[in-house]
């Protein structure tokens, strides 16, 4: 199997599919791969690296012209140009799946849409959704805990003693989780909440506490184990308990999403306005909408003194260990897609079934 790596061209991403360690082990089960010249540079992965690996380093189109080419992000439209009718390309389709998939279709290249990958067990070590959404959870806290005017821990010192942060994370899925380890790690007091039953064991296991169990709903998980959109009493019992705790709160990290639609609304504007000055409000949601009400994407914005963080792609932005996770991912996909050392698109397979896009 012929396996081609792609240098991002989208702004602001960092992150490369695979990195030299991948590399080694296609090249040891037989495969030959060939990574665009500085592919992996911006997550400090170097062209040596590839070359050491087993690697053959080309432009743009010697990579594309591989039977199988990995990307982050799916292929723009001027990039499409580089590939040859009947190409394979691993990538996330991104929201505008639509759009992208009409644009690949003209063009004659098939997708593997990453985020595609069923919510199994066998499908787990492929999932970049999780992979990357670990990041992006412990990235938010960081980034929360180094936007605030205090510090996280408490701290007894000559010079008097400091009271603990209190954090609050809502949408205790695989960032939220993050999050709230991280939060805690750095000594702050932690508060989850999310509206799946199935998640508060898990934010108490993390030594945070649980906010309103009784806005939990029997059926809030669909049974790929995703929320839904909430009905709308109990969309205000949830509210209502969020807006009881965010007054005292120093820090908010929310996270919470239902999978193809717009962030769910959990932080109003009176809400905000009630928060003391100086709190902070990171909303890794952003992407989608925003879970705050004030939230602007890819933008920090201040409201009577509390700044919101809107950030967006914050996995790239720690692209060495991201991609190292995204890559093992890309590599276990192509395990299987290698039968008897070509590339085998088994259309009875429930993941290349889920996750293959094309005209
Ligand atoms: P996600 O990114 O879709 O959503 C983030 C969180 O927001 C979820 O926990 C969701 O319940 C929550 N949320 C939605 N609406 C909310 C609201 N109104 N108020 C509060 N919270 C709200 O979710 P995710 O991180 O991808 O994970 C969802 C679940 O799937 C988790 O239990 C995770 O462990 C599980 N999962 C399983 C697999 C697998 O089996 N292969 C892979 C990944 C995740």
Known sequence: MHVGVLKETAPRERRVALVPDAIARLVKAGDTVTVERGAGAAAWFADDAYAAAGATLGDAAAAAAADIVCKVQRPSEPELAVFRNGAVVVALVGREAAASVDALAAHGVALLALERVPRTTRAQAMDVLSSQATVAGYKAALLGASSLARFLPMLTTAAGSLTPAKVLVLGAGVAGLQAIATSRRLGAVVTGFDVRAAAAEEV?????????????????????????????????????????????????????????????????????????????????????????????????????????????????????????????????????????????????????????IRS
């Not at 905000?272 to 914005?301: F, H, Q, W, Y």
Request: include cysteine; charge should be negative; aromatic fraction near 2%.
């Open 204 to 356: 108490l296991s993390l030594g945070a506490k649980f906010l309103a169990p009784e806005a939990i709903a029997d059926d809030a998980a669909t049974a790929g184990g995703y929320a839904k959109e909430l009905a709308e009493d109990q969309q205000r019992r949830v509210l209502a308990a969020i807006d009881g705790a965010i007054v005292a709160t120093d820090l908010v990290i929310s996270t919470a999403a239902i999978p193809g639609k717009a962030a769910p609304r959990l932080i109003t504007a009176a809400m905000v306005e009630r928060m003391k000055p100086g709190s902070v409000i990171v909303d890794v949601s952003a992407e989608t909408g925003g879970n705050c009400e004030l939230t602007r994407p890819g933008e920090t914005v201040e409201h009577r003194g509390v700044t919101i963080i809107g950030p967006l792609n914050l996995p790239s932005g720690m692209a060495m260990h991201a991609s190292q996770m995204f890559s093992r991912n890309v590599v276990t996909l192509l395990e299987l897609l290698r039968k008897d050392g070509t590339l085998t698109l088994d259309m009875t397979d429930d993941i290349v079934k889920a996750m293959l």
